[in-house]
């Protein structure tokens, strides 16, 4: 999975991406003109694979991982090259994912790109930058094929698709609003439009206002997420980057005492997940515990292709079981004396949380 973190200058996403990754680069590169995105992975926190590993002892274990894309801030008018321009773009077209880090903190010595708090006209400036850069890549497509010597039937019917697509734009919506049948959207699928992806909402927090759970513009932001169908998580990246830096056992007082209950990567991840539909599956043995994301839905035999393509080619069955059965019971043998444990065909969909050995025939 691909997620790109955009928004205004100095609202907190190279710090989110700090969070995330790990990484330690310096905030103020992208106000100082830097232009290239930060790239880097996130490990996602499962307990399930760190259980599995206490009893098998692999000699590895691997987390889902995220791919994060930092990009520098959009301002007014980037989509047109302002700014840093649209030089973002290319970065963020491939991405599963955006996430819009919304500034809310008050701080004297960070002026905010606007000059002041506002994160509802926040999401209408960069809503409006993906819709500008989207309405130019869909006008000079109708242009080239307007303009062919040659136009098939499927450019017909591609024409007619960014045509709708140009008037919802044209009335404020961005691709995601527009009411598309699947056949539609299968056209669009080769231009990444941006303001077709999925997207989350950060609201970046400072602690007061973290532990008293109120901003500007909260209950207008709720609303807001609800009627666009879009997630809102509220974080306070400034010290949960503090907090990230200390030992486990002073990591969890802390949060404990500033009401965090869960950690920034473990809720994004979490929201990324159900809002993408995907789920994770689980194998385990003295060489590797692992867990690999799949789409909800998933069969079995198709799971195993993402394991290795020979596994799917070869597949005969799948022995599965359920990480909480698993746990309560201790080892496969026990599970297997209580048929916990089943073998099933190419047809089954995948649960998550299945702990599953394919049995397979090259």
């Given at each position: 999975m691909k997620i790109g973190l955009i928004g205004l200058p100095t609202v907190g996403k190279t710090s989110l991406f700090n969070l995330l990754t790990g990484s330690n680069i310096e905030v103020t590169e992208f106000s100082q003109g830097k232009v290239e995105a930060n790239l880097g992975i996130a490990k996602i926190p499962d307990e399930r694979i760190d259980y599995l590993a206490g009893i098998y002892d692999p000699k590895k274990k691997t987390y889902a991982t995220i791919e994060v894309i930092d990009v520098p801030g959009l301002v007014k008018g980037s989509s047109a090259g302002k700014g840093v321009g649209n030089q973002f773009l290319d970065n963020i077209r491939k991405v599963d994912l955006?996430?819009?880090?919304?500034?809310?903190?008050?701080?004297?010595?960070?002026?905010?790109?606007?000059?002041?708090?506002?994160?509802?006209?926040?999401?209408?400036?960069?809503?409006?930058?993906?819709?500008?850069?989207?309405?130019?890549?869909?006008?000079?497509?109708?242009?080239?094929?307007?303009?062919?010597?040659?136009v098939t039937k499927e450019n017909l019917a591609e024409l007619d698709v960014l045509k709708k697509c140009r008037e919802g734009l044209e009335n404020g919506l961005l691709l995601n609003n527009i009411d598309l049948k699947d056949e539609e959207k299968e056209l669009l699928k080769t231009f990444s439009f941006l303001s077709e992806k999925p997207m989350i909402l950060v609201a970046n927090l400072d602690e007061v206002q973290f532990m008293e759970k109120d901003y500007p513009s909260r209950n207008a932001l709720i609303e807001f997420a609800e009627t666009a169908n879009t997630p809102l998580i509220?974080?306070?990246?400034?010290?949960?980057?503090?907090?990230?830096?200390?030992?486990?056992?002073?990591?969890?007082?802390?949060?404990?005492?500033?009401g965090i209950k869960e950690s920034g990567i473990d809720l994004l991840a979490k929201t990324a997940y159900d809002h993408l539909g995907l789920i994770s599956f689980l194998t385990a043995g003295k060489e590797e515990v692992r867990a690999w994301t799949i789409r909800k839905g998933t069969k079995a035999k198709e799971a195993a292709g993402k394991i290795h393509s020979d596994i799917e080619k070869g597949f005969i069955r799948a022995e599965v079981c359920k990480f909480e059965d698993f746990k309560e019971h201790g080892s496969m043998a026990k599970l297997k004396e209580k048929g916990l444990a089943r073998l099933e065909g190419k047809d089954y969909v995948v649960e998550d949380g299945d702990i599953i050995e394919f049995r397979f025939n090259v």
């Open positions: 955006l996430v819009h880090v919304l500034r809310v903190f008050e701080n004297d010595n960070v002026i905010h790109a606007e000059g002041s708090i506002d994160p509802m006209r926040d999401i209408e400036t960069i809503n409006l930058e993906l819709l500008f850069a989207d309405l130019g890549v869909i006008e000079n497509r109708i242009n080239r094929i307007e303009t062919s010597k040659k509220e974080l306070c990246i400034k010290t949960e980057l503090e907090i990230s830096e200390l030992e486990p056992e002073d990591r969890e007082i802390f949060m404990e005492e500033l």
